[in-house]
């Protein structure tokens, strides 16, 4: 049996006993992971600095090196998040729903852990976090599948992570790394379905085409970013500038920030030069329609495929739109249903818009870069689902529980 397949059985027989853990010994390995994590930081750093090297001789991105790196607050935004998730509502045994039926039965709709969860994902370590926590305050057993780039920084995390977890009594075998990196030990984990019961991936569009692919395993996509801000002709300039601005370059290689700016006509004079200029000074490299270019010289001509890319970069499309029809029909045409957002001061554009636009989630007057688990306060978020089948938006604790019918008689039998 190979190294595949004995992290699944491992898992497999882990899950049942994790399943029926109580709240208080979760919560407990909580806490003592997070205190792992501070025990550990000088070497998990070292290894995060290993990873960004051997990075940069690649020539990678920028944005991609953002995105592998571990910088001391982000490193306690994860010590954070790992507590938060402690504090968080047990979703197992929870019981959504009860009702008695005319024969006396009564039924029980209750939450119960998924079972054995593989994640892939490529080069942010902190999701090494993200997952192996929730997966085990929801009763998970988890295997996680990092990207080469991050691996020094994974292993080291998980280590530190795993040690602890069984030091409080959970089962050996809940959180795991596979620490073959290569494609063939990816296609050998989308087909344990005897026992892994869902993959979730994250990254980019050919990680994630891959998975739905070769996976005999259900998946739930985390896919491409096409995240959209429609500067409504009622706006509040100055409140559009301020959630344009941070959408693109707050941090520009994640999957929430703005790719694809929208400006109505009406805005789009006043708007345009003095956003534009903001954009230029911030290094953002603008492609945009005849419209924009006649009122912004010097900006790049959009073609069909900008309207379409998912950039993670300081790059971004600008369209100027007749109205709040035109916009939505662009971002439920060129969009992938990840976060989009309109800037108005009209209601009814507001409804409009939230009703119309096919989004896991639209915003009213704020950035997308919202679209986080944290920030939704679901502690940390082990992807952001853009599909529409068992979750959507940022995955927590309750999207990792399905659920059984506990039902209850004194002797009852079928006619």
């Known amino acids: 049996m190979n190294e595949v397949q004995l992290i699944g059985k491992r898992a497999d027989s882990a899950s049942r006993r994790l399943a029926v853990l109580p709240t208080a010994v979760k919560n407990a390995a909580l806490e003592l992971m997070a205190s792992s994590l501070e025990e550990n930081r000088d070497g998990i750093m070292e290894a995060n600095l290993r990873d960004i090297k051997a990075a940069e001789k690649k020539g990678v991105s920028l944005a991609f090196i953002d995105r592998l790196t571990l910088t001391p607050s982000r490193f306690q935004d994860m010590v954070d998040s790992v507590l938060q998730i402690a504090r968080l509502a047990d979703p197992v045994g929870e019981v959504?729903?009860?009702?008695?039926?005319?024969?006396?039965?009564?039924?029980?709709?209750?939450?119960?852990?998924?079972?054995?969860?593989?994640?892939?994902?490529?080069?942010?370590?902190?999701?090494?976090v993200d997952a192996g926590c929730l997966c085990l305050k929801s009763g998970n057993c988890v295997i996680l599948r990092g990207g080469a780039d991050a691996i020094n920084s994974n292993l080291a995390i998980v280590d530190a992570l795993g040690k602890a977890a069984v030091r409080a009594g959970i089962p050996r075998g809940s959180i795991q790394m596979l620490k073959d990196t290569s494609h063939a030990a990816v296609k050998a984990l989308l087909r344990l379905d005897r026992y892994v019961d869902l993959i979730i991936p994250r990254g980019g569009e050919g990680l994630i085409r891959t998975v739905v692919e070769n996976s005999t395993i259900p998946v739930i996509k985390h896919y491409k970013g096409i995240c959209h801000v429609y500067v409504d002709g009622e706006a509040d300039l100055k409140i559009a500038r301020r959630i344009c601005f941070n959408a693109k370059v707050q941090r520009p290689g994640v999957c929430n920030a703005m790719e694809t700016m929208l400006v109505q006509r009406k805005a789009a004079k006043r708007f345009l030069k003095p956003m534009l200029r903001m954009f230029m000074?911030?290094?953002?490299?603008?492609?945009?329609?005849?419209e924009v270019r006649k009122i912004v010289p010097g900006v790049k001509?959009?073609?069909?495929?900008?309207?379409?890319?998912?950039?993670?970069?300081?790059?971004?499309?600008?369209?100027?739109?007749?109205?709040?029809?035109?916009?939505?029909?662009?971002?439920?045409?060129?969009?992938?249903?990840?976060?989009?957002?309109?800037?108005?001061?009209?209601?009814?554009?507001?409804?409009?818009?939230?009703?119309?636009?096919?989004?896991?989630?639209?915003?009213?007057?704020?950035?997308?870069?919202?679209?986080?688990?944290?920030?939704?306060?679901?502690?940390?978020?082990?992807?952001?689902?853009?599909?529409?089948?068992?979750?959507?938006?940022?995955?927590?604790?309750?999207?990792?529980t399905t659920y059984k019918y506990v039902v209850c008689g004194d002797g009852q039998i079928r006619q």
């Open 96 to 128: 959504i729903r009860a009702w008695r039926r005319p024969n006396g039965l009564e039924i029980s709709k209750v939450r119960v852990p998924l079972g054995v969860i593989g994640i892939i994902y490529e080069a942010r370590p902190n999701v090494s």
């Open 281 to 290: 000074k911030a290094g953002v490299e603008l492609r945009g329609c005849p």
């Open 301 to 400: 001509k959009a073609v069909e495929k900008d309207w379409s890319a998912e950039y993670l970069d300081l790059i971004l499309s600008v369209k100027v739109v007749s109205g709040i029809e035109e916009a939505i029909e662009h971002i439920n045409t060129y969009g992938s249903g990840h976060s989009d957002a309109i800037v108005t001061s009209d209601y009814d554009n507001a409804r409009k818009f939230s009703r119309e636009v096919d989004s896991a989630a639209v915003f009213v007057n704020a950035s997308t870069r919202f679209t986080d688990g944290g920030e939704f306060g679901f502690g940390a978020e082990i992807g952001i689902s853009t599909d529409k089948l068992h979750a959507r938006g940022p995955m927590a604790l309750e999207e990792l």
